[in-house]
């Protein structure tokens, strides 16, 4: 897979705001040239070797899905690494930026996700 990676970070003093870098990492993505993008929290390493970061062709794939992330088990978890072409992120119009400290973003992401099938 050829693949660049971005990393946004959030220099100012105000809570974290998720919705916000990860909508500017995929601008920024996009003008790169890149024609999907995988949403990835920095706090999840990629250390199995058997992780899929391919094409999406089949809709939003959630790599981090809920039975393998440590803090985070209820069925609608789409946090941690999610991969999604750019045309299906576009769909939803991105995460909200309503959403400051950690919570709350990936579960309106899920919804709108739901609701764009």
């Known amino acids: ?13 105000y809570r974290f705001n998720r919705g916000s870098l990860i909508d500017v990492g995929f601008v920024e993505a996009r003008k790169a040239g890149c024609d ?8 999840l ?3 199995n070797l058997q992780l899929d970061y391919s094409f999406p062709a ?4 959630h790599v981090a899905a809920p039975h393998l992330h440590p803090k985070y088990h209820y069925k609608t978890f789409i ?17 909200s930026t309503r ?4 919570g709350r973003e990936d579960d309106e992401f899920y919804r709108r996700l739901t609701d764009a099938k």
Request: no cysteine; charged share 15%; proline share 4%.
């Open 1 to 13: 897979i050829n693949f660049e990676i971005f990393v946004i970070d959030q220099f100012d003093t």
């Open 36 to 43: 999907y993008m995988a949403m990835h929290d920095v706090d």
């Open 45 to 47: 390493l990629p250390l």
């Open 58 to 61: 089949d809709g939003p794939f």
């Open 79 to 95: 946090g941690g690494i999610v991969i999604m072409t750019n045309a299906q992120f576009e769909k939803v119009n991105g995460l």
């Open 99 to 102: 959403y400051w400290g950690w």
